[in-house]
């Protein structure tokens, strides 16, 4: 979580990553991030500026805190924390972390 948003950290790494060639096997906008904006209402365009014009995560949170009404942002962690739950799951133990 970052900001209370679940993903966006995540994402914002992996774009990040993207954009400055060092991403190695992670797509930057891969589905889970894809579906994590789209909940939120936040297009790839939008974001992809941002992490290329250098938004740090307070940035970010700031941005998102004011582009995503409440309700999007309680719809874009259900979506991610509980739809797509296994896929964190998978994502975890391939890094190692469970």
């Known amino acids: 979580m ?4 679940a993903f966006l950290a995540r994402s914002a790494d992996k774009v990040r990553a993207e954009q400055a060639g060092t991403a190695d096997d992670y797509i930057g906008f ?4 894809m579906a ?3 909940a939120c209402g936040v ?4 974001f992809g500026q941002l ?3 250098g938004a ?10 004011r582009h995503v009404p409440p309700e999007r942002k309680a719809a874009a ?7 797509m739950a296994a896929n ?3 994502q975890d133990a391939e890094e190692g972390r469970k």
């Open 88 to 90: 964190l799951d998978r």
């Open 56 to 65: 740090d995560d307070s940035q970010l949170v700031a941005y998102f805190d």
């Open 2 to 5: 970052l900001g209370g948003y």
């Open 30 to 33: 891969c589905p889970m991030t």
């Open 43 to 46: 297009s790839r365009e939008q």
């Open 77 to 83: 962690n259900d979506r991610i924390l509980n739809q």
């Open 36 to 38: 994590f904006l789209d």
């Open 51 to 53: 992490i290329a014009e």
